[in-house]
């Protein structure tokens, strides 16, 4: 028996929108941030790149997953999304060691920092990345989205610490704050990045979805009139929003009508519970 739960479409022209905007930010971070002299800044660029990539490789998987099956793919391209955030997910990591490893040394041998500048576009940043996130939000939760959405959301929270510290150095001349902020920085790419690998490899080794039990699904089937036993029991995903369930169901010596009627109900009661 095989049940499949399918999900709702994927938003092309947000991720459209979001890569432009993503992409004119970066520039505008790497010019300032040089200008500024503001490591900080620069770690934005590097989280904004690593932002534009998942953009990017969330725009291509969409176009994959929309593919139907075929003789050689029988189960469609449902995993092009989850290879995509898993890639995504771990440029995420090797962005975030390369920013401890410049934090660290900056923090031994501060520079100099405009911290006007360093506000000012960590303000513009705040705002575009805001919008980015709230877009991705409205447009679906499939996990290759969301990979991208936690991108944006941390992205917002990391851009707005950046502004309260530049006010800091404004305020005290303490240049080695902004090392401190991109040490923050880099955490938080760290544990966003490491979420995704976990929930993307959990899916390509066919594990249990997350927020299923098995004992639950198997007394659910049991439940059913007609059910004798059920056993041989799996459920995986095929992608972050398309689950499949494999089981054999023994049933009483009944006309085949009958047997029918139990593997609807059987398919009803999964749908309505899971």
């Given amino acids: 028996m095989h049940v499949h739960v399918h999900g709702a479409g ?37 989280h904004n790149l690593s932002d534009f990539l998942a953009l990017l490789l969330s725009l291509i998987a969409v176009y994959f997953q929309s593919r139907p099956a075929n003789a050689s793919k029988t189960y469609g391209y449902q995993r092009a999304g989850v290879l995509a955030a898993l890639v995504n997910a771990s440029s995420l990591v090797v962005v975030s060691f390369f920013i401890f490893y410049e934090a660290f040394r900056r923090l031994q041998h501060p520079e100099h920092v405009r ?9 513009a940043g705040v705002a575009m990345n805001g919008a980015i996130a709230l877009l991705l939000y409205r447009s ?19 851009t707005a610490a950046v502004i309260a510290g ?12 902004d090392s401190a902020l ?30 299923m039990k098995l004992d639950r699904i198997e007394s659910a089937i049991r439940s ?51």
């Avoid at 300032?32 to 620069?42: E, N």
């Avoid at 530049?166 to 704050?177: K, M, P, T, V």
């Avoid at 991109?182 to 899916?203: H, K």
């Avoid at 009944?254 to 009627?261: D, L």
């Fill in 140 to 158: 679906g939760r499939d996990v290759n989205i969301r990979s991208a959405l936690l991108h944006e959301v941390g992205d917002t929270l990391s």
């Fill in 224 to 274: 059913v009139q007609g059910v004798n036993d059920v056993h041989d029991l799996h459920v995986w995903s095929l992608g972050s929003e398309t689950h499949a369930l494999s089981c054999h169901i023994s049933i009483e010596d009944i006309p085949p009508s009958i047997s029918e009627r139990i593997l609807r109900d059987v398919k009803e009661r999964l749908l309505h519970d899971f």
């Fill in 10 to 46: 994927s938003p092309t022209r947000v991720l459209k929108i979001s890569l432009g905007l993503t992409l004119a930010y970066i520039l505008l971070l790497v010019v300032a941030g040089i200008k500024a002299h503001s490591l900080a800044l620069l770690s934005e660029a590097g």
């Fill in 182 to 211: 991109s040490l923050g920085i880099a955490v938080l790419i760290l544990w966003s990045g490491f979420g995704i690998v976990r929930e993307t490899l959990n899916i390509l080794l066919e594990g249990t979805p997350r927020g």
């Fill in 166 to 177: 530049g006010w800091a150095i404004l305020a005290s001349g303490n240049y080695w704050i």
């Fill in 115 to 123: 911290a006007g500048l360093m506000m000012w576009v960590a303000g």
